[in-house]
């Protein structure tokens, strides 16, 4: 008798009977019958009862929902009156000192710079900033590992910054200024920037969540930067807060 | 030609079913299931050329669906709801080599939730769904060596808790989540 079928082979099996790979181990096997008549069952009980009273909820939603205003323009680079900074950066900005990122483990630095017409300045922990200031980020981990940078605001407001696209973190090796940057949203008040790099991939929704649980509840925890919990262990992080000014 | 409106719609009928079974499957309510179904499906729907492509869809929507219904399992959890996190049938008939493959499996039940989301894939993958290791590493998209160093350490964490309990706390771990 050969190996009984995975749920993801039954799975398959029903999205593509006629390519089924299991249908040879289905004719002699109870067991996995069983199991598929049961995945018939729930399929039908989607088919009959959830999709018709979920359908128009699940299509209209379908589109990102953005804020009335959008609150941080991810732009890509030399663009505007950032062709500056990215030069600066490109040519060689000040490297994160050495003996800030570990020999072993993730440590993670993160610095920002931003954009203005006398070229890109590096800005400090805390610093006042445009509120419409244009920002790049450069990032040094002690080894490779998968980079999410997110940010939020004084209300509460997360924002996935980089990568901009796509369901998983990128990997990320020593030291780099990250493609791309981001404009600020031109509503004043703190702005924290949190980069997370890992091991292993972690799901954006759970370092957004980690954020949220971070901050809530507490008047002022934006600003304070509290570490984010419920990570993977091995996960580094760095922050960094920005004030916007009117 | 069809809009992109009832495009969406014939695909969430064709493909829900994967999202619900997954989703009924790793919550153990239909309620919640339904829920699920339709937060993942809206994920999905935002990369609609991805979800036409029948070749590769599959595993995508089921590792969507697994991460995100994973995910609320933690919260459940961290609310102090632990039912949902106890409730996961195992399959026992996934392996011809019976329960001797992994006795584990009951046990590795009572401490899923307390691991990183890629480790509780691997785990729920193999132990629960009866997947290879190839499979899980592909669906994934890890390598088949880090999909048996995951498993290891889950394991043997998973003992650890066991050994301790009913009454103790898992000591920390690579891997486990605070």
Redesign the interface.
Known sequence: MTRCASELALEAHLFDPARSTVRPHLEGCVACRTRLSRMEQEGEEFRRFVHPRTVDRVVANREPRRPAWRRLLVVLFPAGGLAAAAAVLLLGPPQPPLDYVGAKGTALSLRVWAGSADGAREVGDGERIPASALLRFQVASGQPCRLWLLSVDGRGEVSRLFPAQGDAPALFTGGTTLPGGVALDGQAGPERLYAVCSEDAIPLEQVERSIREAIAGEAGAVRRGPRLRGLPAGAAQATMLVEKLP | MEDP?SQ??RL??E????V???C??LLGDRAAA?DA??EV???L???MDRLKD?ETV??WV?R?AM??CL?LRR?AR?RGQDGMAEDLDV??????EGPDAYPDRQLAQAVLSRF????QAVAV?VLV????HE?IAA?L??SRR?VSRKLARFLENARKFIARTGTGEAE???????
């Open positions: 409106r969406a719609a969430y009928r493909l829900g079913p994967v619900y079974r997954r009924l499957r339904e179904t339709q499906f809206v994920k729907l935002r990369d029948r599959l595993p089921y969507v991460n995100h995910n919260d961290r399959v026992p008939d996934a392996h011809a990183d989301g890629e480790t993958g769904d009866g997947m290879e499979e669906v998209g890890i880090t920390p771990d690579e891997g486990a989540v605070p």
